[in-house]
């Protein structure tokens, strides 16, 4: 037998129909709005051959979209190594042994300099600064992509190393002293009981970092390899028309828009997790 809703879920059912047909309604306004408007501008014909040619889209979005793997192949090996270098960092710069105060200074130091950096400047310094101290003979001593890996790895690692040290921070004192309590040494206390609480609550900022790692991978191109920025920029001089910058836009939108909605579905769950009020 099933129970029948109580006034306040009739209430949240209502409410949430009632945002529901606003936003749609708001959605459709706003697009019907640009439909409409934009091409009415008087340089709409000149931006539409400019940057929406359907046969340049055609004939370069093949190019970009296996220019394109070369970004997702930097993404996937970057991203474990920034992953174990910040949590080494967080756990640095979070110690409280006066006995490593000089690992804590180095850690925050490496962080306040490598925040402070932006990353297509490090790019810069790094990709052409390193290979040219000619340290090693070896070819992959000056291979861009190993120095722009090096330079992804460095720069988010520094703001990653921050996430991690804040979900530390947000584990209440508490549950150090009951570990204490329980007779665990400190590498016990981090490793079973602050680290797993500090990750679940870090996972969505985590995420919206990786989004950001996403589109920055692009800016390796600057020093030499042909990924999807610069496989664009050929195209655009090739056809001189910049309906292939477009197409890399929509390649890099159709994997940072499902990352982005997987960050809010995480956000969402840890609302309800911690009971915190949803905004309708």
């Known amino acids: ?29 706003v697009v019907g709005a640009l439909v409409i408007l934009v091409p009415m501008t008087p340089g709409w ?47 640095a710069r979070n110690t409280r042994s006066p006995a490593l105060f000089p690992v804590r200074a180095f850690a925050i130091v490496y962080i306040d300099v490598l925040r402070g950096i932006p990353v297509i400047l490090l790019v810069f ?30 720069s988010y690692s520094a703001y990653t190393a921050e996430i991690i040290r804040a979900g530390i921070d947000s584990v209440h004192e508490s549950q150090r002293a009951a570990a204490r309590s329980l007779g665990m040494t400190n590498r016990q206390t981090m490793a079973t009981v602050i680290l797993p609480q500090a990750f679940r609550r870090i996972g969505p900022p985590m995420m919206n970092t990786f989004v950001s790692l996403q589109k920055d991978v692009a800016l390796v191109s600057l020093i030499g390899p042909v990924e999807i920025l610069r496989q664009a920029g ?23 828009i499902p990352c982005t909605r997987l960050a809010d579905y995480a956000m969402a769950r840890q609302r309800q997790r911690t009971g915190a009020t949803t905004i309708a």
């Open 1 to 29: 037998m099933t129970s029948q809703p109580t006034r306040r879920e009739l209430y949240e059912r209502a409410r949430r129909r009632r945002s529901a047909v606003i936003a749609t309604v708001s959605t459709i306004v």
């Open 125 to 154: 310094l790094i990709g052409f600064g390193v290979p040219a101290l000619r340290l090693s003979d070896s070819r992959a001593w000056a291979n861009p992509l190993i120095w722009g890996t090096v330079t992804l790895v460095l």
């Open 45 to 91: 014909d000149r931006v539409r051959q400019a940057f929406f040619d359907g046969d340049v889209f055609v004939e370069s979005f093949p190019r970009l979209l296996r220019a394109f793997w070369l970004d997702v192949k930097i993404l996937v090996w970057s991203t474990p190594l920034i992953v174990v270098v910040s949590l080494v960092l967080a756990l």
């Open 234 to 256: 050929i195209d655009k001089a090739k056809y001189a028309n910049f309906t292939p910058y477009v197409a890399a836009s929509l390649i890099f939108l159709a994997l940072t």
